[in-house]
């Protein structure tokens, strides 16, 4: 393999592992859209106040694995909290009003969060492998590689739970038709903290893995951001979508950074994914696996 070839690989595998967790970021989008219909802004504070919340707890002398699981027993009880005191008190109102009412559930995390922990910046230690490994003449970061094997394995768990499981069912049911679902005995309030709780896993799992990288920080909020440009090509209902979105997105600013950065002054990477999604939906505006939604007027 010549020299130019072998770093074009490098560059492409870096590139698809950081849409990788890209696309733990628009999952957790992908699936409160699915069931509610809410376009969740407030899907960056969530990410950000399950790390804090993982930090705080294991800063206090708890295990790391108890610290684990005890977020996901707050991430929970936020869940239920969202359901009872926005959600059920909002049912049938405009997309507009959803999606305010998230963006003032952001500001109530982020603040809550910084409250309660403190707004300092913590590293965050899970064990993962850290450095490079060599595969042929390549060389591969051992982190980015661990974490696209644990979104892998939460890819599979979540088309298990979807496919085969009587609540995943239950879930699809609400996603595909509100009314129908209700018709045959579907409680959607259950559905909502089903899937409130779900995404908040998704969330602490990607807190996890972006506060180990970055470390935990207000800043962590605006990883969603870089969820935009993923869900616009994979589409807002695709959870294989916002894979595939994250590894498009992921691999070509890697590449434009590396290739064509130099001769524009570089930073490109905070640009680049936007100007693909904005080129995208010139051509697809669902996205790879979305579908339109026909609406008779």
């Not at 060599?134 to 591969?140: H, N, Q, S, T, Y």
């Not at 069912?169 to 309030?189: E, F, T, W, Y």
């Not at 990288?213 to 990883?223: F, M, R």
């Not at 916002?242 to 064509?260: H, T």
């Amino acid at each position: 393999m010549s020299l130019d070839l072998q770093f074009f690989f490098e560059v492409l595998i870096s590139g698809l592992l950081t849409g990788v967790l890209y696309s733990l970021v628009a999952i957790g989008f992908v699936l409160i859209y699915k069931a509610s219909g809410v376009f969740n802004f407030a899907q960056g504070a969530m990410v950000l106040f399950a790390a804090m919340t993982l930090v705080g707890i294991s800063d206090l002398g708890v295990n790391i694995a108890v610290s684990a699981l005890l977020t996901i027993v707050v991430m929970v009880v936020l869940a239920y909290c969202v359901e009872f005191f926005i959600l059920r008190r909002i049912v049938n109102q405009s997309q507009i009003s959803l999606f305010m009412v998230t963006i003032g559930l952001s500001y109530i995390l982020l603040g809550l969060g910084q409250l309660v922990w403190g707004a300092e910046v913590h590293s965050l230690d899970v064990g993962l492998p850290v450095g490079q490994f060599v595969v042929g003449d390549m060389f591969i970061n051992q982190f980015d590689l661990s974490v696209a094997a644990i979104c892998g394995l939460i890819v599979l768990a979540l088309a298990y739970f979807f496919q085969r499981t009587r609540v995943g069912l239950s879930l699809r049911a609400v996603a595909d038709d509100h009314q129908a679902a209700i018709s045959i005995g579907v409680s959607i309030r259950n559905v909502w903290i089903i899937v409130w709780s779900v995404a908040g896993v998704v969330c602490l799992v990607t807190g996890t893995v972006w506060g180990a990288k970055l470390g935990v920080q207000p800043a962590l909020n605006l990883v969603a951001l870089k969820a935009m440009p993923v869900i616009v090509l994979g589409g807002l209902t695709s959870i294989p979508g916002a894979i595939v979105g994250g590894l498009i997105i992921g691999a070509s600013e890697k590449l434009f950074e590396v290739y064509f950065g130099s001769i524009i002054g570089g930073a490109t990477e905070s640009w680049v994914p936007y100007v693909v999604a904005i080129a995208f939906l010139l051509v697809r505006p669902a996205g790879l696996f979305g579908t339109q939604e026909l609406r008779r007027i």
